[in-house]
């Protein structure tokens, strides 16, 4: 086999083990959010947030998510 195959074979193994790198973190990420989003809607520490900074927050997190699972393919 020629050195320009195995080469070839190696990028693209880098390049799968970079996608899947990217995905599990992204994946983290998503649970991260979600995660949070729970605590702003239901723990009793986020009533000490200005109610416009926590509608804000909630909102921004609420998209976020939205955007991570759109690009993880999630469908609900």
Do not use: C, H
């Amino acid at each position: 086999m020629s050195r320009a195959f195995v080469k070839e074979d190696d990028g693209e193994q880098a390049n799968l083990l970079s996608e899947i790198q990217y995905r599990e973190a992204r994946v983290d990420w998503l649970k991260i959010q979600e995660k949070k989003l729970e605590k702003l809607l239901n723990d009793p520490k986020s009533k000490k947030i200005k109610p416009e900074t926590l509608e804000r927050w909630i909102k921004e997190t609420k998209e976020d998510i939205e955007k991570t699972k759109k690009e993880l393919d999630y469908t609900d």
